[in-house]
């Protein structure tokens, strides 16, 4: 994305929040429809996200949005199916045995989204990002008023855009549910925490069930490597200079540490991890590159109206 001193519009047609895959795919089908959007995002772009592995049934709604070139141009990581190690037993999955033509990819998020918002911003959506919507005044039905606040440069601007209609991708921070306190977790149980992080120089899983240097990623295929490991599961996606490597857990095992102690926690995992050990045997971890994201089992029992939509994570 481009930074934008660009005055924020009065009033729109339709107001997304959020500019993720779900948000900047709606503003490239509204704009595409002749309606217009303007897409609001509270993170300065492009910026990191969890979920880099796409299976090759993302390639119909590249199509739709008319994005395909683009990201064929930017040359991810073609994948061609995943293997997974779950309780003792090796599943091998190869997307052409599903009938699939298209590979999948491995992106990095940070800029898979951008090619994304960028695409929107390209077919005419109005993209502003550092902006935060706060709050979606419902009272005019006919005519929501979306409160935000501007940080772009130094300032912290509140502002208000009068509009049609809400689309809310705000993703895992679901706005709109949040408001409207509509937010449920789904089951206790599924109370997961994940955790990732990026590693140098690690070894990844080919087509041919071997590990590979990545010096050979365009010659022999990566897969998916995803494993379940005592009480927890890991995941394994090599991208073009690191390699993302995650842990999935429930909150439980995790509850009461600090950031240092998830760390310790996290590298202390990976390094018992069976295969995965062995594929990070010479690998150096990327300081600062741990992440973590609770609670994402949820949903909301509000998610459409005459006036509003949750799309993506936010539903
Ligand atoms: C542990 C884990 C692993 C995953 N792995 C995969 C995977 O391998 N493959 C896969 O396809 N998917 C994966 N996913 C799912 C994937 O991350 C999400 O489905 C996807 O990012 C959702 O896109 P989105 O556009 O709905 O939300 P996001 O990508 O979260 O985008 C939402 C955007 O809204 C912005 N925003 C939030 N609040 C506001 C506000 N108030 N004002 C303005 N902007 C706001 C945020 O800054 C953000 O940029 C995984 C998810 C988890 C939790």
Redesign the pocket.
């Known amino acids: 994305m481009k930074p934008t001193n660009q005055a924020i519009p009065s009033k729109c047609t339709v107001l997304i929040?959020?500019?993720?895959?779900?948000?900047s795919s709606a503003a490239t089908l509204l704009t595409q429809s002749g309606i217009d959007a303007v897409v609001?995002?509270?993170?300065n772009f492009p910026?990191n996200?969890?979920?880099?592995?796409?299976i090759p049934h993302f390639w119909q709604f590249a199509d739709l949005l008319g994005v395909t070139d683009k990201i064929q141009q930017e040359g991810f990581v073609v994948k061609s199916g995943g293997l997974v190690a779950w309780n003792d037993k090796v599943h091998h999955i190869k997307f052409s045995e599903y009938g699939y033509t298209r590979p999948g990819l491995h992106v990095e998020r940070d800029i898979f989204?951008n090619l994304l918002l960028d695409h929107a911003e390209s077919c005419g959506a109005v993209v502003f990002n550092q902006v935060?919507?706060k709050q979606v005044d419902f009272a005019d039905a006919n005519q929501p008023k979306v409160h935000y606040l501007d940080k772009r440069g130094d300032a912290n601007v509140e502002g208000v855009i009068a509009c049609h209609y809400v689309i809310d991708?705000?993703?895992?921070?679901s706005?709109l549910a949040g408001q409207f306190g509509s937010r449920q977790i789904i089951d206790s149980s599924l109370n997961f925490l994940?955790l990732w992080g990026y590693y140098k120089n690690a070894l990844y899983v080919g087509a041919d069930r071997q590990s590979h240097t990545i010096a050979h990623l365009k010659t022999i295929a990566p897969v998916t490597f995803v494993m379940s490991y005592a009480d927890c599961w890991i995941w394994h996606i090599v991208l073009r200079e690191k390699t993302s490597v995650?842990l999935?857990v429930h909150t439980d095992q995790t509850k009461g540490m600090d950031k240092a102690q998830r760390e310790a926690f996290f590298k202390h995992t990976c390094a018992n991890v069976p295969h995965l050990k062995h594929l990070l045997a010479e690998a150096e971890f990327i300081e600062g590159s741990l992440e973590f994201?609770p609670d994402?089992s949820y949903y909301s029992t509000r998610i459409c109206s005459e006036n509003y939509y949750c799309i993506?994570?936010?539903a």
């Not at 929040?17 to 948000?23: D, L, Q, R, S, V």
């Not at 609001?40 to 993170?43: C, G, Q, S, T, V």
């Not at 991708?169 to 921070?173: D, R, T």
Request: proline share 3%; hydrophobic share 35%.
């Open positions: 929040i959020g500019g993720g895959p779900a948000g609001l995002e509270k993170a910026r996200q969890v979920g880099e592995s796409l989204d935060a919507v991708a705000s993703g895992h921070s706005f994940s995650g999935v994201r994402y993506g994570d936010a």
